[in-house]
């Protein structure tokens, strides 16, 4: 057997894994397409991720968190929340929460170079790329998967793969995993602001008829892009329908920067400054059947929400987590890492997570969408209630922060093993 579990794309939830399982005897093999020093890699772009607590608390648990804090990080303390053109309004805080932070803002890339900075110190773990992944086949004992490096086919056994390679996923593909998969008609529009206010570690949630808009506090990284704007930079995210993409791509920049200060308003301050933006079109996906035989699906390749709440990479964190967890349990009973028996123990300790956290934000994305009258006030008086509620409030601060339900001893700041 050449591994005992193989990782299939080296992204940041795939190469988190491997650091998950750092103090578990375990062979692993990290198998990513595109060379990590190259811009294309996903795992190093500009990317603004919304870290929770929670998943700091699994960062710092698999021994990574350190290199990204260095790197540059943007604590958020407080989360302001409202409904554009009505008067519903929540805020949450830090300090309320008893927390140094709900959670972090900080790029794609600063969390990749993070987890690559150490992967050479992890002597279980080998890094096979660039390969490209080509086939895959399943026997009782054991997986082959087929990769191509430098033009050249090689065959790799293992125990066990895993599938980290995206929302686009070839391993899905190929296996013919069932997929629930839902549009909303909205596109995501994605840049870096210049505010004449600093972001005083504020996070924004703003809803409009078009889906919502959040703005977050992104301090640039000290001796990078941006880094003379210091903490007047933000990173947006502007949902709007997709039938208006094309329309607000052609805008100049005065004129993007004129039409978010009308949409979001004045609470950050007036808007001086736009980057360049991107178009993500957003969807629900939700892998029906996360785990077979000497296969788990974790990452986007398992699921994909709504970006509203931020609730994304946090959500393959956990999976990390809990899958590090049941693997490692295997290993100290002396079972296979790839039955069926153990991996359906990862399955049924995650789909809970995934429901709740699909409910939220397909829930959110809609309902603050509709602009039927009744629905406005619904959820206005919700809103309300959340911010003269303080129990209400504090349930909906946990949820942010990733620590609702059963959480694995990552998550709770404990050694896997």
Known sequence: MDYDILIIG??????????????VPLRIGLIEAVPLASVGEPGFDTRAIALAQGSKRILDAIGVWEAVEALGVSPIRQIHVSDKGHFGTTRLSASEEGVEALGYVAEAGVIGRGLMASFDSLHHAELICPA????????????????????????????????????????????????????????????????????????????????????????????????EQGDRRRSLV????????????????????????????????????????????????????PVRRRLAFIGNAAHIVH????QGFNLGLRDVAVLAEVLADA?????????????????????PDYLRVMAMTDGLARTFSNEFLPAVVARNLG???MEVLPPARHLLARQAMGLTGRLPRLARGLPVY
């Open 10 to 23: 080296g992204g940041m939830v795939g190469a988190s894994l491997a650091h998950a399982l750092k103090e």
């Open 132 to 227: 490209a992944f080509r086939d895959l086949e399943f026997a009782e004992d054991h997986a082959r998967v087929e990769v191509e490096e430098e033009g050249r086919r090689r065959d790799l056994t293992c125990k066990l793969v895993v599938a980290a390679d995206g929302g686009r996923s070839e391993i899905r593909e190929r296996v013919g995993a069932r997929l629930l998969k839902l549009g909303y008609g909205q596109t995501a529009i994605i840049a870096h602001v210049v505010t004449d206010q600093p972001h005083g570690g504020t996070a924004y949630e703003r809803f409009t008829d078009s889906g919502p808009m959040a703005l977050l506090p992104n301090t640039a990284p000290e001796g990078t892009e941006g880094g």
């Open 238 to 289: 502007w949902t709007v329908r997709d039938e208006q993409v094309d329309e607000v791509l052609l805008w100049d920049d005065a004129s993007f920067l004129k039409r978010l200060q009308t949409r979001f308003g004045g609470r950050a301050g007036s808007f001086l400054e736009a980057s360049p933006r991107c178009a993500y079109p957003l969807g629900l996906q939700f892998v029906r059947d």
């Open 307 to 310: 970006p509203v709440a931020g």
């Open 331 to 351: 290993v100290h009973r002396g079972s296979d890492p790839g039955a069926l028996k153990n991996l359906r123990g990862y399955a049924r300790w995650r789909r």
């Open 383 to 385: 809103l309300i209630a």
